[in-house]
């Protein structure tokens, strides 16, 4: 997948939506009765990029202040989300060695990971910050996470949902009515290509969550140096 000409796609469709006022509320961000769990594997970016990301936030925050803004705590990028979040999903329901073994030996043949943040998209529902791998390397560990948990008897869910292939991270969601969609975009059109930093990736978290990935309902499992 050419991800710099997925994410321009999913920037034209989604903006143009979101103009016409065609996006989507997430109306479940502050419901504390929200029981959907799954556990994810993932990347937690540097301070530099972070400190990038809040920038950028500051700027939608001074129009818009009522959506919901990632926290440094919770921004990540999902490398494999191995069982998708569902409603009433605990840990005693599985036996978490395993899911680390797994991925243990996936690991062994990984090369390092580096990542290039550049540039804003946006969803129907949410704004994006581009992440592009600078090789093959995610992908071919994700082959490998798939190729393995496949073959063994675990519970999962990889790629039940779509096939993950891109290294974005999700840094804001719309909750409510948008106060401004042309001023909103306009932000966004400053930061289309801003660069955000690259760096290399020394770890991975293997993690229990809820669908927003926020830290107080986080669980860490396990941590894999690469």
């Known amino acids: 997948m050419d991800l710099t000409q997925h994410y321009n796609q999913l920037y034209e469709k989604s903006s143009e939506a979101i103009l016409a006022g065609n996006y ?9 009765s929200d029981s959907r769990f799954g556990i994810t594997l993932l990347i937690r970016p540097n301070e530099t990029i972070k400190a990038n990301i809040q920038s ?9 202040p009522e959506q919901y803004y990632y926290p440094d705590s919770d921004i990540h990028i999902t490398v494999m989300s191995i069982i998708s979040c569902y409603e009433g999903f605990t840990l005693d329901k599985i036996k978490i060695q395993e899911y680390i073994d797994i991925i243990q030996q996936s690991l062994v043949h990984l090369d390092k990971i580096n990542i290039e ?4 998209t946006a969803s129907p529902s949410a704004l994006l910050i581009q992440g592009i791998p600078t090789d ?11 190729e393995n948990f496949k073959k063994s008897s675990l519970e999962q869910s ?25 001023k909103l975009i306009s932000v966004v059109e400053k930061f289309r290509h801003y660069d955000f930093g690259e760096f290399k990736v020394k770890n991975l978290e293997l993690v229990y969550n809820d669908w927003y990935q926020k830290e107080r309902n986080t669980i860490r499992l396990a941590d894999f140096i690469i």
């Open 56 to 64: 950028f936030l500051a700027h939608l925050k001074a129009i818009d």
């Open 24 to 32: 989507t509320l997430d109306i479940r961000i502050n419901d504390i």
């Open 136 to 146: 093959e390397s995610l992908n071919n560990f994700r082959n490998k996470l798939r």
């Open 158 to 182: 990889i790629d039940s949902r779509y096939s993950i292939a891109t290294a974005h991270i999700t840094v804001m969601r719309f909750q409510e009515k948008l106060q401004d969609p042309k």
């Open 117 to 120: 943040f550049r540039g804003v």
